[in-house]
């Protein structure tokens, strides 16, 4: 049972340079989303999505694109990227009826940083 | 004021004591409270969800919730080294979706042999 897959782990980008990182999971999950963790500043949200061809802004969405083509999958891209771009990114999926509980599955995390 | 507060720690503790963990926050409107560990270059995993007011023991952990207070509380007994980890509160009103669940910053914990 994979669960939530992130790849890639690491990723070091040049400012200016676009990229994608990829969410999958496998557990049928209709909620899927994407935070950043950065120290000092916790979790924070950047997009997210309620179901397959649904996708909406979290607290810090500016720079980053989603898409959500199927139920398993949930790409987070990158435009342009930026140094304030550097940080540990998390995707994370629920069952709807684990939504009001708060239970979030989450992948191990991406690290990418922008020089 | 935010609406979830936590302190980071870090915390140090030897093995066998007991760890108070907390989070304060400032909507009335919160109705489901988590705690999530975070191991050292993991994801996140939830530890324990409690609705409304109360306690709630799974093991050596218990959390607690005081809602006029606004206060909620992880208590752990009996700490062992594999307990060192960071401990994220986290809550979301009652009936709110996966997009409005607020996380606090996190505790960092270590529990010492």
């Known amino acids: 049972n994979a669960g939530v897959t992130q790849t890639p782990k690491f990723q070091v980008l040049k400012t200016g340079q676009s990229m994608t990182l990829q969410c999958a999971q496998d557990m049928n999950h209709e909620y899927m989303s994407w935070y950043r963790q950065d120290p000092g500043m916790g979790l924070r949200l950047i997009h997210y999505s309620v179901g397959a061809g649904i996708t909406d802004q979290g607290e810090v969405p500016n720079g980053y694109n989603v898409s959500r083509s199927t139920t398993e999958d949930f790409p987070l891209r990158l435009l342009s990227a930026a140094p304030s771009q550097t940080s540990v990114y998390f995707c994370?999926?629920?069952?709807?009826?684990?939504?009001?509980?708060?239970?979030?599955?989450f992948g191990e995390g991406s690290r990418l940083t922008v020089l | 004021q935010k609406e979830v507060e936590q302190d980071p720690g870090p915390l140090s503790v030897p093995e066998g004591a007991i760890v108070s963990l907390n989070c304060t926050y400032s909507n009335s409107a919160f109705q489901y409270f988590m705690w999530y560990r975070q191991y050292s270059r993991k994801g996140p995993e939830l530890l324990m969800y409690t609705y409304s007011s109360g306690n709630k023991e799974d093991g050596r952990f218990t959390a607690q919730v005081d809602k006029s207070s606004k206060y909620i509380s992880l208590f752990i007994r009996d700490s062992q080294p594999s307990d060192s980890a960071t401990y994220l509160c986290a809550m979301i009103l009652y009936g709110g979706s996966q997009g409005n669940l607020i996380f606090g910053k996190g505790t960092k914990l270590s529990v010492k042999p």
């Open positions: 994370a999926s629920s069952l709807p009826g684990q939504t009001n509980t708060g239970e979030l599955f």
